[in-house]
């Protein structure tokens, strides 16, 4: 089934729920072993079978979602785990856990059956060292391809000096760019970035022109790479892995990204957040989602026709009076490090009548705000030329790039964690999930404005929660060990819904008190994976504005 037809039994709904025992059934010979995840039962399946099983699991089960690719070492072997959800239902979950041998670490690609797998493949390979047999494209991703060993593998030496030499002059331009008589085509290679201006960042577009057109666009990342994982797998969950999730979308999502961990890390060590820090909590993260959504408007009005000085400082004006209210709530303005596991580390700041007063007048503002935004930018001839129409990208590939947050639902999906996997407090509020059809770059920058008035709801109903709340009733933290030492060999991947999409994490305890393995699903990542989709065929500028219209973040693209 190619990618542009859909499932035709998807059209009645989601499939129906099956047991781990009738999936273990389903998937018949190709099982040589049963393990249970907190958030998952897991099939362990020989490494020359994982497209076979991958493919029953999508066609005949309804798995359509890989979320995220995990490989991990042990003394004896080494693993990739294959997290796979529906999109229709993202409760409904499996592991697919492929062990290979220690001294040949070789595994079937699934990149056949989802196209997500391939950049989640390359990591796994670049970090650990797993080698995936006809991976169409099998080579780093984050590190220089003359790195020496693999960062997160047992064996690697941390002391050992990297020489990175520059490779001899290569022409660019591969045998897919040229005509099919074998002679070279109108073509041209193109570098964009890392230092410029409309790449979000430091990163690198590879670009091969064919007159004016993208024939071909590679994304070069790795540039900003800090190996986050490992250094929280060289903390403590209780105090020391917190502060890190702020730095991963360094932006504006910074209790969007310390909800993740809190999520799994709680899940794990079985701890019952306090019904008023969840409220908190709720109300927190949607100010860290409208703060996120304005810089994403007003940087992708300034990527499509350059406008400066109305739209984006308009959108820069409203994002700080969202930093201001996060900044009484939590002390700081982009590195929060306001949760902690069971709660929240102080309550609403003194006096609250200040603190709920000023926050209505920010919600109070932004329809008015938000009117002259339509005004500027999406009743704009320049940008709706640009935008309507160019950078499409239809629902199944979006789905089987594992794409997420506005951009999936900027392609009339609709799926968001905070409904369809409720946490915190979403599920007790009164809100809408915002999907557009047009599968384009304008309809990407509709969600985001439309999700802008949602999260205004929100907030909106936790301070009329957190005004009525009894004051004996005012719990901010669960009571929680001083020392987190969850069951050896416990694993759990669990996932919040980021202001860019499935921001999700993987952990495995060995009974210490720091992860065994931790693995962060990143939705800019895997979003940024669609941009030839969108980009190939289109004109330069068009590619700017697919780019821009993802919304990246190359922190959280690189850890």
Not at 129 to 148: A, F, N
Not at 523 to 534: G, K
Not at 542 to 559: H, K, M, N, P, Y
Request: include cysteine; proline fraction near 6%; charge should be negative.
């Amino acid at each position: 089934m190619s990618l542009e037809e859909p499932d035709p039994r998807a059209a009645d709904g989601a499939l129906a729920e099956q047991t781990p025992d009738e999936l273990a059934a389903l998937l018949g010979e190709h099982v040589i072993g049963r393990e249970e995840h907190l958030n998952a039962p897991g099939y362990v399946v020989r490494p020359d079978e994982v497209q076979d099983v991958l493919s029953t699991l999508r066609t005949e089960a309804g798995f359509d979602h890989l979320s995220c690719v995990t490989a991990q070492e042990y003394e004896d072997r080494f693993e990739s785990i294959y997290h796979l959800r529906k999109y229709d239902d993202p409760t409904q979950e499996v592991s697919v856990v492929v062990p290979t041998d220690r001294e040949n670490p070789v595994s079937e690609s699934g990149e056949a059956v989802f196209r997500t797998a391939d950049w989640h493949e390359r990591e796994a390979y670049d970090l650990v060292g797993i080698e995936y047999d006809d991976h169409p494209d099998l080579r780093r991703i984050l590190l220089p391809e003359t790195w020496q060993g693999h960062p997160l593998s047992q064996s690697y030496d941390q002391n050992r000096p990297q020489v990175v030499p520059l490779r001899e002059h290569a022409n660019p331009l591969q045998e897919d760019t040229r005509e099919e008589g074998g002679t070279d085509a109108d073509t041209m290679f193109l570098n964009i970035g890392p230092h410029h201006p409309a790449t979000h960042g430091v990163l690198h577009l590879e670009t091969t022109l064919d007159g004016e057109q993208v024939a071909d666009v590679k994304s070069d990342i790795g540039y900003l790479h800090r190996c986050e994982e490992q250094m929280c797998q060289n903390g403590t969950y209780r105090h020391q892995i917190m502060p890190y999730p702020d730095r991963w979308d360094y932006i504006s999502a910074g209790l969007l990204n310390e909800w993740a961990y809190a999520r799994v890390a709680e899940d794990l060590a079985d701890i019952e957040v306090p019904e008023y820090a969840q409220v908190i909590r709720t109300m927190g993260a949607e100010l860290c989602r409208i703060a996120a959504h304005m810089l994403a408007v007003g940087t992708f009005a300034l990527d499509v026709y350059g406008d400066f000085t109305a739209i984006f400082m308009y959108a820069i004006r409203d994002r700080e009076k969202a930093q201001n209210i996060l900044e009484d709530l939590t002390g700081q303005r982009l590195m929060f490090n306001y949760f902690r596991l069971g709660g929240v580390v102080w309550d609403l700041p003194e006096p609250r009548e200040e603190f709920f007063e000023k926050t209505r007048d920010f919600l109070e503002e932004l329809p008015q705000a938000l009117e002259e935004y339509h005004d500027l930018i999406s009743s704009n001839e320049v940008l709706q030329m640009r935008t309507v129409g160019t950078g499409v990208l239809p629902p199944e590939v979006a789905k089987s790039y594992g794409a997420t947050g506005p951009v999936a639902r900027g392609s009339g999906i609709d799926y968001d964690l905070r409904r369809d996997d409720p946490y915190g407090y979403y599920d007790e509020l009164d809100w809408d999930v915002v999907t557009e059809d047009g599968c384009d770059n304008y309809s990407r920058l509709l969600v985001r404005m439309r999700e802008v008035e949602e999260s205004a709801k929100i907030i909106e109903q936790c301070i009329d929660l957190l005004e009525d709340w009894p004051e004996e009733d005012r719990e901010i933290q669960a009571n929680v060990p001083r020392t987190l030492k969850p069951a050896d060999d416990t694993e759990v991947y669990r996932a919040v819904e980021g202001a860019k999409g499935e921001l999700g994490i993987y952990i495995r305890s060995d009974g210490t008190d720091k992860p065994a393995r931790f693995k962060i699903r990143s939705p800019c990542f895997s979003n940024l994976q669609t941009l030839p989709e969108m980009a190939e065929g289109e004109y330069v500028p068009d590619l700017v504005a697919a780019l821009g219209s993802l919304d990246i973040v190359l922190g959280e693209v690189d850890r």
